[in-house]
């Protein structure tokens, strides 16, 4: 079974474009997070939900709204993609009230704007 | 500040030899946890450890350890024998009480044949 999965795997999309990542967990945890990886390898927290609640946004555009239907869901949807957004985006959970219990990631989606 | 360096961008050893991995870190806190993650050329990213700042125990895992040193801020990590599927880009990271996790650029690392 897999314990953080996102889809899809690869995306594929135009400049202007509006699109979504899907991600649950089956762990349990009380938190999820979105991390940006950079070209360079570069992993950036995006955003933080703790039980559908945000408790973190470093400072990304409002083109990204991320979603929490319910605290196994974190869905991230961008709208008018742009170049820059071409990275790949790691979905993650971990355990609240456990400070320190490591994060479980996802298999990331490789996002591509043309 | 709130810092995770790697220093090291890229290292390259040949099998069987003994490779570390160097992670400094900033902090004001006094409770926070590191971690290693490994990212294979596959691209999924992998728990290695954690440690919390009030234990400065050195682990060994294998061929893995790590070397944990409040004193000069540092979390540094071993192979022992490397292989060349430890061949993958590893990560060293921070974590505080609101659990964002604060990653170092990581450091690829070739095992050559």
């Known amino acids: 079974d897999t314990a953080v999965s996102q889809t899809p795997k690869y995306l594929v999309t135009q400049m202007g474009n509006d699109k979504s990542i899907k991600c649950e967990q089956n762990?349990?945890?009380?938190?999820m997070y979105w991390y940006k990886q950079d070209s360079k390898k570069f992993l950036k927290i995006m955003f933080s939900?703790?039980?559908?609640?945000?408790?973190i946004n470093e400072t990304v555009p409002n083109r990204f709204s991320p979603k929490s239907p319910d605290k196994a869901h974190l869905n991230l949807h961008i709208n008018s993609l742009e170049l820059g957004d071409s990275a790949v985006y790691f979905c993650?959970?971990?355990?609240?009230?456990?400070?320190?219990?490591?994060?479980?990631f996802g298999q990331g989606t490789r996002l591509t704007v043309v | 500040a709130q810092k995770v360096t790697q220093a090291q961008t890229e290292i390259s050893v040949v099998e069987k030899e003994d490779v570390t991995l160097d992670c400094v870190y900033e902090?004001?806190?006094?409770?926070?946890?590191l971690f290693w993650y490994k990212q294979p050329p596959s691209g999924e990213l992998v728990f290695l450890i954690r440690?919390?700042?009030?234990?400065?125990q050195n682990e060994i895992s294998g061929r893995y350890s790590w070397n944990f040193q409040k004193s000069t801020s540092s979390f540094n990590f071993t192979i022992t024998a490397s292989q060349v599927v430890d061949s993958a880009v590893y990560f060293c990271?921070?974590?505080?009480?609101?659990?964002?996790?604060?990653f170092g650029k990581g450091t690829r690392l070739h095992i050559l044949p």
């Open positions: 440690r919390n700042s009030f234990d400065e």
């Open positions: 762990l349990g945890h009380d938190t």
């Open positions: 990271a921070l974590s505080f009480r609101d659990d964002k996790i604060i």
């Open positions: 902090t004001r806190d006094t409770t926070y946890y």
């Open positions: 993650a959970s971990s355990q609240l009230g456990a400070a320190g219990t490591e994060a479980f």
């Open positions: 939900y703790n039980n559908k609640e945000l408790i």
